[in-house]
């Protein structure tokens, strides 16, 4: 089965895990998923957020993501969101969506800053996006907040590795590039998990904020710390773009022009950047899934 095959077999498999947990039941079929994982200011909402094409999760300082994210992207002419506890609404102000994440979000773990690890089920249908199925999960973080309790940090991890941990999980590693990629959180969660390096993905943020006069080729190549299926380097909006709403596609086009015209990653741009990640993302995601059922891609 090609591709194609394995494109239109993951929505019916999704509808199905939909229908188990419609009625309180976990589905036991062992998908393929790509749990994404870093720090609190690792740009995971930003990634997520150019993949989608729309401002659309919660942001804040401290933990924002205090449930698991379970994303689906769907190619569709139209676009549109709808949450599996609230099936029967179709959302197209994504603002709307920001806001029943949170809402949905208090519901469960009040609005404290508590964590739990019952996922949020959203599902975006788009002609902007390419066929994925993403976890948002809790960004790792060292320091106790409102009601947290004093083990804040080992709650989360030990929620990130129930996810990281199945061979059927890719983890997209994701790690900013002004920090020592030796104490990346996400790649040490990583490595507990996957030592090979056989499904995991670094991801690379804030390219562009890093001193002047250093770069990140040596990680980009693949040379300090590397992994089998390498690093894409991205380029987000910052702060500043996201408060003065900035248009992704505009950032996106921004991004491109970033690693055409750097000296240090000119050479590479055709393997960098937010659109070739989710292209590798949906490669990846589809021959994994053959993979693990015994499908030949």
Request: glycine content about 8%; aromatic content about 6%.
């Amino acid at each position: 089965m090609g591709n194609r095959g394995m494109e239109e077999l993951i929505p019916l498999v999704n509808k199905l895990q939909d229908a188990f947990s419609s009625i309180g039941q976990s589905c036991h079929l062992d998908l393929p998923q790509i749990a994404v994982v870093g720090g609190q200011s690792a740009g995971k909402s930003s990634v997520l957020e150019n993949f989608v094409g729309r401002d659309f999760l919660p942001r804040g300082s401290g933990i924002v993501t205090r449930r698991p994210l379970i994303l689906q992207l769907i190619f569709s002419k139209t676009e549109y969101a709808e949450f599996l506890h609230c099936k029967s609404k179709k959302f197209t102000d994504f603002d709307e969506v920001r806001q029943e994440i949170e809402a949905e979000t208090d519901r469960v773990t009040g609005t404290n800053k508590g964590i739990s690890p019952v996922p949020i089920n959203l599902r975006v249908y788009s002609p902007h996006v390419l066929n994925l199925t993403l976890i948002d999960l809790p960004g790792i973080t060292k320091v106790p907040v409102g009601d947290q309790p004093p083990d804040i940090e080992y709650q989360i991890k030990d929620m990130i590795l129930q996810f990281i941990s199945r061979e059927s999980s890719l983890i997209l590693a994701v790690t900013p590039a002004n920090m020592d990629l030796a104490n990346s959180d996400a790649l040490k969660l990583a490595k507990e998990v996957d030592p090979q390096g056989l499904r995991t993905i670094g991801v690379i943020t804030k390219l562009d904020l890093m001193d002047e006069g250093t770069d990140a080729r040596d990680v980009l190549e693949n040379k300090l710390l590397p992994l089998r299926r390498g690093y894409i380097g991205v380029v987000n909006r910052s702060q500043k773009d996201i408060e003065g709403k900035k248009d992704i596609r505009a950032a996106l086009a921004a991004e491109r022009k970033f690693f055409l015209s750097h000296p240090a990653y000119r050479h590479m741009a055709d393997r960098m950047g937010t659109p070739h990640l989710q292209k590798t993302l949906n490669q990846v995601h589809s021959s994994f899934y053959g993979l693990h059922h015994g499908y030949s891609l």
